[in-house]
């Protein structure tokens, strides 16, 4: 049967119709909101990049995890601004670190919140690295036992997810081992599986600190040229031990998420970075876009590609459209 029998717009007409037969549903509890967490009390800096988003002391952090739970997300991921730093990122893994303190802040006042602790060291050490830097090369061998302590540390703090984004090969199954060991082998591991070296990561880098010194992160990150290697990258974090694959960046490498969800049919996450988000509010600034529709929209074409989990930075807008 076709056209006039078959008319598509029939199920267009009204909302209500148009609901009813929607295939792709974006809900809260798929979504992930990232936030920093820096020192002192009462501080709350902007990002003068990232529009919304700011570096938060512990105690405006947990009214942003009381929001987030509220809102029904699906939990939040931290990343850590330390006050110092060093060549092997120490402040990463010290059980008295800003991270560990964070999630033991946030676990006690709110409980139900699923916490997420982002497992790399180039937001902790002075070179910017992901790991241990030695002529100008990052060691991937030993940077595997501090990725493994830290990732223990944050799990003893109160994380319900270590999410390891350095890229190192071997990590988790360094990881889980040194979990098990632990005996935190409830403890959910979502892989950074497909990270790769993109240029849309500079607001994060300018909110984190943690752009390199010197070189860049192509030696150890994906070439964005490469879509079946991400397949070899998640199968290897599949057979360690990943319980989640994440790819990274979402929007550029929609490909990919839908290759990786079909091919493993493993629960996939991905990130919206910095960068998506960012020139998403540059053009709506500048009056070129709207940016309620372009947000909803943009998060929903990952969702549509086959991630049953996002990161965004939208995570709180997007759960209050969701209710209304």
């Not at 964070?102 to 006042?109: F, G, M, Q, R, Y």
């Amino acid at each position: 049967m076709s056209f006039p029998d078959v008319r598509m717009r029939r199920l267009r007409r009204t909302e209500s119709l148009r609901a009813m037969v929607r295939e792709t549903v974006l809900g809260p509890e798929r979504l992930i909101l990232p936030l920093f967490v820096t020192e002192g009390e009462g501080v709350r800096q902007e990002i003068a990049s990232m529009p919304g988003c700011a570096r938060l002391s512990i105690d405006h952090l947990i009214a942003e995890c009381r929001e987030a739970a509220d809102l029904g997300l699906g939990g939040v991921i931290l990343f850590g601004i330390p006050e110092t730093k060093d060549a092997e990122g120490t402040e990463g893994y010290r059980k008295d670190g800003i991270i560990p303190r964070a999630l033991t802040a946030v676990k006690e006042a709110v409980p139900d919140l699923t916490l997420w602790a982002d497992v790399c060291l180039c937001e902790y050490t002075d070179h910017g690295h992901c790991g241990i830097l030695e002529d100008g090369v990052v060691k991937n061998d030993e940077t595997l036992e501090l990725l493994a302590q830290a990732a223990v540390v944050y799990a003893g703090a109160g994380a319900d997810v270590v999410a390891p984004s350095d890229m190192m090969d071997g990590r988790v199954l360094a990881i889980r081992d040194a979990l098990d060991e632990d005996g935190f082998e409830d403890t959910v591991i979502v892989s950074y599986a497909a990270k790769y070296c993109s240029g849309f990561y500079g607001p994060f880098r300018d909110a984190a600190d943690s752009a390199p010194q010197s070189g860049d992160r192509r030696g150890y990150q994906m070439d964005p040229a490469n879509a079946l290697e991400a397949l070899r990258e998640v199968e290897l974090d599949i057979e360690e031990g990943a319980d989640v694959v994440m790819v990274k960046p979402a929007m550029p490498y929609l490909d990919v998420i839908r290759l990786v969800k079909e091919e493993f049919g493993m629960p996939t996450a991905a990130y919206q970075v910095s960068g998506e988000y960012s020139m998403l509010h540059a053009a709506a600034r500048n009056g070129w876009l709207d940016l309620e529709r372009v947000m909803h929209e943009s998060v929903l074409s990952i969702r549509r590609a086959g991630a049953d989990v996002i990161l965004t930075y939208f995570a709180k807008e997007l759960a209050r459209k969701a209710d209304r």
